[in-house]
């Protein structure tokens, strides 16, 4: 009994310190005590006094913290509602805003710096395929690239009936300073034609959510930009481009469209958001005239249709620059968030150009601007 006595007394008096030296002299007595032989009643007794002294203690001192804790959250919620309160009072009755203040978001961590995800396939200065998501794109790595640095990408959509190393060889993307300056990449088209034309043998959306798919494939391998994502293409693969900024205008930068084929569903249903837009067109096209026509039981934009449609989307002002280029005019739009612009190349029908320099031209143009 006393040996359960003292263990009692030893944890109730592990609570404070006061308690701690009450039980050790308690406890030193105790053993005095029985040594001697002395009576036990009285010590039990004394004991037993004490014992419950220190459990009021300890009692007492649970209970004033506990109201402690209660007081602090009541002033607490008392402040907090009061600047509810405030913040709605300030708020006018007819006002859509929430009636509650709303928290603060928490931080935005920092993206992880940029790692391959696998070894790079295509050396720099050379050309490769890849194949991912089904299908496959040939690739250009310029001679310069850093992967410490982010690097733009050109996405070129090859013409109806054209093979993907014919675009690549006459456009001519690679010996510009698109090559110098970015990665290049050419998708392969199913049936040598690309959504929004009416040659298209993919579903609407396939040729898309390939692309994307295509763009994050490449940053597996490469340390891409992707503020700096653009397109361009030669006449259905120009429709292509133009399908890219409608909608894809979340992953493209801007894109450029040589003697492209718009046929009205590349314009069709796009995202509200700005992105760069050029056209290069021959005013003599009599594939896809620079004015529209109808081909295929489907119209066929006109470019200035495009130019407009690019401009109100933009937020373009009121005002056209025009200037001189070789045997060319560049109109511009004045004023926009992104840039709105065309070449008009006299006297020229259905090609892509090299003086103007297609590539060049679009590569001034497009690199100015970012997501």
């Not at 002294?53 to 007492?60: E, K």
């Not at 290049?184 to 040729?207: F, H, K, L, M």
């Not at 084929?261 to 995202?271: E, H, K, W």
């Amino acid at each position: 009994m006393h040996a359960r006595l003292y263990r009692l007394l030893i944890h109730k008096g592990g609570v404070n310190v006061a308690g701690v030296k009450i039980v050790k002299s308690l406890a030193s007595g105790l053993a005095a005590l029985l040594v001697a032989g002395s009576a036990i009643a009285p010590v039990q007794a004394g004991a037993q006094d004490m014992s419950s002294q220190i459990n009021g203690q300890v009692n007492r001192a649970i209970n004033d913290a506990n109201r402690a804790a209660a007081d602090a959250v009541n002033r607490a919620n008392a402040e907090w509602n009061k600047f509810v309160q405030m913040a709605n009072d300030t708020i006018p009755g007819s006002s859509a805003l929430p009636r509650n203040p709303v928290p603060a978001p928490a931080p935005v961590p920092a993206p992880a710096p940029w790692a391959p995800q696998a070894p790079a396939p295509v050396a720099n200065g050379t050309n490769g395929e890849i194949h991912a998501a089904g299908r496959s794109y040939l690739v250009w790595v310029p001679r310069g690239y850093n992967p410490a640095n982010p690097t733009p990408v050109m996405v070129g959509y090859s013409a109806y009936q054209d093979s993907t190393e014919n675009f690549r060889n006459y456009s001519r993307l690679r010996e510009s300073s698109v090559g110098r300056d970015a990665i290049i990449v050419y998708p392969r088209a199913i049936g040598a034609s690309w959504e929004g034309s009416p040659t298209a043998v993919t579903r609407p959306g396939q040729d898309i959510a390939y692309v994307r798919a295509m763009i994050d494939d490449v940053q597996r391998y490469y340390n891409i930009d992707r503020r700096r994502i653009y397109a361009t293409g030669m006449s259905t693969g120009g429709g292509m481009a133009a399908v890219s900024a409608c909608h894809m205008a979340d992953l493209f930068a801007g894109v450029a469209g040589v003697s492209g084929a718009y046929y009205a569903p590349v314009n069709r249903g796009c995202q509200n958001l700005p992105i760069a837009f050029m056209a290069l067109h021959g005013m003599n096209d009599t594939l896809t005239p620079y004015y529209g026509t109808t081909r295929r039981g489907e119209r066929v934009l006109p470019v200035p249709e495009m130019f407009g449609s690019y401009a109100a989307r933009n937020g373009c002002g009121p005002g056209l620059d025009r200037a001189p280029l070789y045997s060319a005019t560049r109109v511009s739009a004045r004023g926009c968030r992104k840039g709105v612009e065309v070449i008009q190349v006299h006297g020229s029908n259905h090609y892509w150009w090299y003086s103007p320099s297609a590539a060049d031209e679009m590569w001034a143009f497009l690199s100015r601007h970012s997501k």
